[in-house]
């Protein structure tokens, strides 16, 4: 009968977790607030910025402050130095991804996950109506709510240990 609770103990929490990953949205995640500067930037400017705030990403704005671009830590090792570019001399505009898909924080959850998962971003920014940047998500951010979700018996599992222990629980 321990096995039985267990295993309904651990399928009630997942049901809980696929329910929050459904039913959830992106501001519970606690988006931080984005960098915004202009295409004129330079990518020196963005680096000084993204490292003052410890941030992953800079949103490029228009003169509206519409998002027009962002700048990620891959773009800066694999467009700019991968590439020989000087930083100091590098304007945004000129090494942003272009149009990036945005989210709003009323969003659900499973967008973020389904924007990191699929396309791959680290890093998605959340916009308002007027597609005004006003927060962005990270993949940390996911992962500190997941564990945040999940069943304590997996998340007190010591590191190496594994479901699989028959005395314990099925193979199933």
């Excluded at 988006?31 to 800079?58: F, G, H, K, N, S």
């Excluded at 304007?91 to 699929?118: F, I």
Aim: hydrophobic share 45%; glycine share 6%; aromatic share 2%.
């Amino acid at each position: 009968m321990e096995f039985h609770d267990r295993a309904q103990d651990i399928e009630d929490e997942l049901q809980h977790v696929r329910g929050a990953l459904l039913d959830d949205i992106i501001a519970t995640l606690g988006p931080a607030e984005p960098i915004c500067l202009p295409p004129t930037a330079t990518v020196e400017d963005a680096i000084a910025q993204m490292l003052e705030r410890r941030q992953a990403c800079v949103l490029i704005v228009d003169t509206d402050r519409r998002l027009t671009g962002i700048l990620t830590e891959r773009d800066v090792l694999m467009r700019v130095a991968g590439a020989g570019r000087e930083p100091r001399r590098t304007a945004l505009r000129d090494v942003m991804t272009p149009n990036p898909v945005a989210l709003t924080a009323h969003d659900r959850v499973a967008y973020a996950v389904h924007c990191m998962s699929v396309a791959g971003f680290r890093t998605v920014p959340l916009v308002d109506t007027e597609r005004r940047p006003i927060g962005i998500v990270t993949v940390s951010d996911v992962i500190h709510w997941l564990a945040q979700l999940f069943p304590e018996a997996v998340l007190n599992m010591p590191p190496g240990d594994t479901l699989k222990r028959p005395h314990e629980m099925d193979a199933g």
